[in-house]
């Protein structure tokens, strides 16, 4: 990998303990890491580690499935748990936060249903769940629901929020940001089965390059010194939706990509 002043300053100050973290992550890179100085303040101050399991579905076939998405796949659990295992070999927690878009398929396949019907259903399903150890299981709407008390309510450490989904989905729209034209382009290359074959592309990557943003923005309010680890594909395009790791949260790649 290639760093710059910036990110050799910031990987020298770890101490040994948590270099030795930080050289998993590096060992284990599929691509470039986004954010190495925030990526290494995290490693210190032990913070949450999400990622996002992309659940089933189908855009004109409005039918929830029994499971949680990808990430809960044997295989994909087998990844997961070595990847835990080796950070905690040298001293790292191996606690993860999985978290399960419920509310994708209103916002970005347009579904008809009740957004309570499907976050009603994935609760039912997370209940009969057999979680791994060292994962807790979130769902997208509960983490934005705590996320929006704070317009309200915000702690006294830290200034409120200042982005509700519907102001990031206008500055995305009045921004016309690149790496929008970007998904544009992927997904017209490789259609996504889930979207249907009626729905205008470049509507359905504009609600998908909000969501990503809002969840960059969200996560990083609630926690600002955490990572996420990608798993979605290919992070070249995935990546920049999220915003700039100083809007967003650092991320890594420590899986193979692969077609989905």
């Not at 949450?48 to 189908?58: A, H, K, Q, R």
């Not at 994708?104 to 396949?109: I, N, Q, Y």
């Not at 009603?120 to 929006?148: C, F, M």
Request: some cysteine; overall charge positive; hydrophobic content about 30%.
């Amino acid at each position: 990998m290639k760093y710059d002043k910036c990110d050799r300053q910031a990987i020298k100050s770890l101490s040994s303990h948590y270099q030795r973290i930080f050289k998993v992550f590096e060992r284990r890179e599929q691509g470039e890491i986004s954010g190495i100085p925030e990526l290494c303040n995290a490693i210190e101050r032990y913070c949450d580690t999400y990622l996002f399991s992309c659940v089933s579905g189908n855009g004109e076939i409005e039918k929830l499935d029994a499971n949680l998405g990808v990430l809960f796949s044997e295989g994909w659990k087998k990844r997961i748990r070595g990847l835990q295992c080796e950070l905690q070999a040298v001293g790292g927690s191996g606690l993860i936060r999985v978290v399960v878009d419920d509310t994708e398929p209103v916002r970005v396949w347009q579904w008809g249903k009740d957004q309570c019907e499907i976050t009603h259903w994935y609760r039912k399903i997370i209940a009969g769940t057999s979680v791994p150890q060292k994962w807790i299981i979130e769902l997208w709407s509960d983490v934005e629901s705590n996320y929006l008390t704070y317009f309200d309510s915000p702690p006294k450490s830290c200034s409120p929020p200042r982005y509700r989904y519907e102001d990031v989905d206008q500055i995305v729209r009045e921004k016309g940001l690149l790496s929008l034209h970007h998904l544009v382009e992927h997904m017209r290359r490789h259609p996504n089965k889930k979207l249907g074959n009626k729905q205008n592309i470049q509507q359905v990557a504009l609600r998908r390059a909000v969501q990503y943003r809002f969840q960059g923005i969200v996560l990083k309010f609630l926690s600002p010194h955490g990572m996420l680890i990608q798993t979605e594909t290919p992070s070249r395009i995935k990546d920049p939706l999220y915003g700039h790791p100083s809007e967003s949260l650092p991320i890594v790649h420590p899986f193979s990509e692969e077609r989905r």
